[in-house]
């Protein structure tokens, strides 16, 4: 029957029983990758679970007398639900990985966070793209759609007003009052550019300023729950071997 032991030193021989010494090499690399990659799906995993979670919440309990209680409330469950993700993804990346101590245990729930980020990121950057370029293949067969529509009942117009001189005049006046409120919005739109201050200009930047600070915060606070998962899935032996006498 097999007996587990367990190594005297990370690399060297194996005691315990009566057979004979096996060497054991343990990993060089302290970065598993294996490991990281488990840890990713770990924390996409949980994240869509999670989210899948805080709707369901959130529609049942929706106020449509307080809206801004929900936006905060799905704020705040955004930013605890990152950080329960990414602190399981450490803990799973630390888990599996064949190396031990808690500073590599560490080290891998990083990596789960830096691998992570970025992937998110493109993915959300992908899918703003797909949205923008279906927006404008729309937009663009909207307005082909309505020049071949309108085509006809234009020319049918341009002859119609080319035969009546009534109706040349009342085009030529209609079409200077047109210019003219052209020309007056756009003296409008200009002076309210003018009238524009730097302290108006401040305001918007500290404005934007919130939500920035606020992206950057809840980075740290996931890459501290990834290293943190990480720590307390420490192995403290690379593996587990077994002896048949």
Do not use: C, K
Request: proline share 5%.
């Amino acid at each position: 029957m097999a007996e587990r032991v367990r190594p005297t030193e990370r690399v060297g021989t194996w005691e315990g029983v009566d057979a004979p010494a096996v060497a054991l090499t343990a990993p060089l690399d302290r970065v598993r990758w294996s490991s990281v990659l488990a840890g990713l799906f770990t924390t996409l995993a949980a994240m869509i679970v999670l989210t899948v979670l805080g709707i369901a919440i959130g529609l049942s309990t929706f106020d449509a007398n307080n809206p801004d209680n929900f936006g905060i409330g799905a704020g705040i469950y955004g930013a605890v639900s990152a950080i329960i993700a990414f602190a399981l993804g450490g803990y799973m990346a630390a888990r599996t990985t064949a190396v031990s101590g808690p500073g590599n245990a560490a080290l891998n729930g990083a990596m789960v966070w830096i691998v992570t980020i970025p992937l998110i990121v493109n993915m959300l950057g992908a899918g703003i793209g797909t949205l923008l370029g279906t927006a404008t293949d729309v937009a663009t067969t909207a307005a082909t759609t309505a020049a071949e529509v309108a085509a006809p009942v234009v020319q049918e117009a341009a002859e119609e007003v080319a035969q009546n001189p009534t109706l040349q005049a009342t085009a030529v006046e209609g079409a200077e009052a047109v210019a003219t409120q052209v020309q007056g919005a756009a003296a409008e739109v200009q002076e309210q550019v003018e009238s524009i201050t730097p302290q108006q200009v401040e305001e918007v930047a500290r404005d934007l300023s919130g939500p920035a600070w606020g992206t950057l915060l809840a980075l740290g606070l996931t890459l501290l729950a990834s290293v943190i998962g990480g720590s307390l899935g420490t192995r403290r032996y690379p593996t587990e071997v077994a002896r048949v006498p």
